[in-house]
């Protein structure tokens, strides 16, 4: 009972250094996430799953997380502070999950370290307060993890694993290639035919559904996400220096939170001893996933590794079940261990501390600065005129009145399947379309460069290529905004004739 008491009051201590640092970052914000708030007020207001009311276009990642949110609109609830809100709280359900997940193997001192590596892991406590769907995805493969990981011969209730397994197909993109895991590990742990077909079967029906429901109200099996972000080829010179963007995304994580190397040194100490346990097995298969996808999608644009941070409580609970395999069979004295989770903790601390936290303030006050601009912005164009964005979060959130027209295609089709992208650059870029649409603004940006001169060029191509289109010469520059040292927004006008 002491232990059992000493165990969840360490873990009681390092959920409360889990918030603290969740709170220090809480008014961090990302343009991307308005486009679900937008989303979400024209499908509570009636308009259905629209960005522009009319235009069935799913312009987003996730569409759990979409619904969720809209629920949370239906009800009057501010989306941006419970969306964070709800993070935070399901972040601390997940490093529960880690620790029941580890004690199930155990593995209570472990389990502690591997809440830690997570807790107090940047990535993971910035993301958890994004407001994206991310700390919900963890959520669904943890609990899949968990339960499948408890099955044996005699389980009977493949219901909720089976729906859970599906929520996570449409959760985030790369879901599906996590739920066929799941299945297929579903047999390992039951050796059960009949228990491993019902579950197979009613994901099968759910997928089909919502695959057919997709089809008849957006016109495709895929997101316009995917056609946007990624949709590519398998092989080809693109391709390759995307997969080569991906492999250096996920040296650089590695390079930056050297704590989880730990993986690897465990591998290289127990060699072919390291995957006899099924469950290390498991973990290492959804890593290996992740690592997949983002060599397949070329990295991310976005700070503090977005793609990874799904892969971080798998990476600490894989770690910590070779970790404590590995000190049983080799016969580590007590101090030895005890030195060498301090060395863990002290790398994940040092690491912290040296994260790149002037990236995160800038941000922070660069898109707050922005909020401020859209609402200025909103008294100079009318409800119902046309205008033509790169940046589809705030300013289209807050001119919910307005029509907007997504210059790189997040939330415009035939951009998404027809741009052009400029080498391996994430945003796509189409502008005899944009200017054949005759918006009536245009919200463009800029970015000083060396000489301090503001230029199209160093904020995206997609406004380089829309100020050297011969239509440009038909806009007049209204107003801009300095939104961050560096960075301004400017407001064109179509010229009266």
Same mark, same amino acid.
């Given at each position: 009972m002491m232990k059992f008491q000493k165990a969840y009051l360490a873990l009681a201590i390092i959920v409360t250094l889990y918030v603290i640092g969740a709170y220090w970052f809480f008014n961090w914000v990302i343009d991307d996430l308005y486009i679900y708030f937008r989303y979400a007020r024209n499908f509570s207001g009636g308009d259905g799953i629209a960005f522009n009311p009319g235009e069935h276009v799913e312009g987003f990642s996730s569409f759990t997380w979409f619904l969720i949110l809209s629920f949370y609109n239906m009800i009057g609830l501010p989306l941006e502070s419970v969306s964070k809100i709800s993070g935070i709280?399901?972040?601390? /359900?997940?490093?529960?999950?880690?620790?029941?997940?580890?004690?199930?193997?155990?593995?209570?001192?472990?389990?502690?370290?591997?809440?830690?590596?997570?807790?107090?892991?940047?990535?993971?406590?910035?993301?958890?307060?994004?407001?994206?769907?991310?700390?919900? *995805?963890?959520?669904?493969?943890?609990?899949?993890? *968990? &339960?499948?990981?408890?099955?044996?011969?005699?389980?009977?209730?493949?219901?909720?694993?089976?729906?859970?397994?599906?929520?996570?197909?449409?959760? &985030?993109?790369?879901? %599906?290639?996590?739920?066929?895991? *799941?299945?297929?590990?579903?047999?390992?742990?039951?050796?059960?035919? @009949?228990?491993?077909?019902?579950? %197979?079967?009613?994901? /099968? %029906?759910?997928? %089909? @559904?919502?695959?057919?429901?997709?089809?008849?109200?957006?016109?495709?099996?895929?997101?316009?996400? *995917?056609?946007?972000?990624i949709g590519h080829g398998i092989i080809g010179y693109y391709e390759l220096r995307s997969y080569k963007n991906g492999f250096f995304y996920i040296a650089d994580f590695f390079a930056h939170n050297p704590q989880f190397l730990i993986l690897f040194l465990?591998?290289?100490?127990?060699?072919?001893?390291?995957?006899?346990? #099924?469950? #290390?097995?498991?973990?290492?298969?959804?890593?290996?996933?992740?690592? #997949?996808?983002v060599i397949f999608s070329g990295g991310d644009w976005m700070v503090q590794y977005r793609f990874l941070v799904p892969a971080i409580p798998f990476i600490s609970t894989c770690s910590m079940f070779a970790l404590k395999k590995y000190a049983d069979t080799s016969g580590l004295k007590p101090l030895t261990k005890y030195s060498g989770a301090m060395a863990i903790i002290l790398i994940a601390a040092i690491a912290f501390s040296f994260s790149d936290f002037a990236t995160i303030r800038k941000e922070t006050v660069l898109w707050n600065n922005v909020k401020a601009a859209s609402l200025e912005m909103k008294k100079l164009i009318p409800p119902g005129e046309l205008a033509a964005i790169g940046s589809c979060g705030i300013i289209p959130y807050n001119l919910y009145e307005v029509r907007f027209l997504d210059m790189v295609g997040l939330t415009n089709k035939y951009i998404a399947r027809n741009g052009l992208r400029h080498g391996t650059w994430f945003e796509r870029s189409l502008p005899d379309y944009v200017y054949s649409q005759h918006p009536k603004w245009l919200v463009m940006w800029k970015r000083k460069n060396a000489s301090g001169v503001y230029t199209f060029s160093k904020a995206s191509p997609c406004y380089l290529d829309m100020a050297l289109n011969e239509n440009f010469n038909k806009y007049l520059l209204q107003t801009y905004y300095d939104v961050y040292d560096g960075d301004r927004i400017e407001l064109y006008k179509l010229k009266e004739n």
């Open positions: 709280i399901i972040s601390i /359900i997940n490093l529960f999950l880690i620790f029941t997940i580890c004690k199930t193997n155990d593995a209570d001192n472990t389990g502690l370290l591997a809440c830690f590596l997570s807790a107090m892991n940047l990535p993971f406590i910035l993301w958890s307060v994004s407001g994206f769907e991310i700390p919900f *995805y963890i959520f669904l493969l943890l609990f899949c993890f *968990y &339960r499948i990981s408890l099955l044996d011969s005699t389980s009977k209730n493949f219901i909720l694993l089976s729906i859970s397994i599906f929520l996570i197909a449409i959760t &985030r993109p790369e879901g %599906v290639l996590f739920s066929l895991t *799941y299945l297929f590990f579903i047999y390992r742990f039951t050796a059960s035919k @009949s228990f491993t077909f019902k579950t %197979v079967a009613l994901f /099968i %029906v759910l997928v %089909v @559904s919502f695959l057919l429901f997709r089809l008849f109200y957006f016109g495709d099996v895929l997101q316009n996400t *995917y056609y946007a972000k465990m591998f290289i100490l127990m060699r072919k001893s390291f995957f006899t346990d #099924v469950k #290390v097995k498991f973990a290492a298969m959804i890593i290996l996933i992740q690592f #997949v996808f």
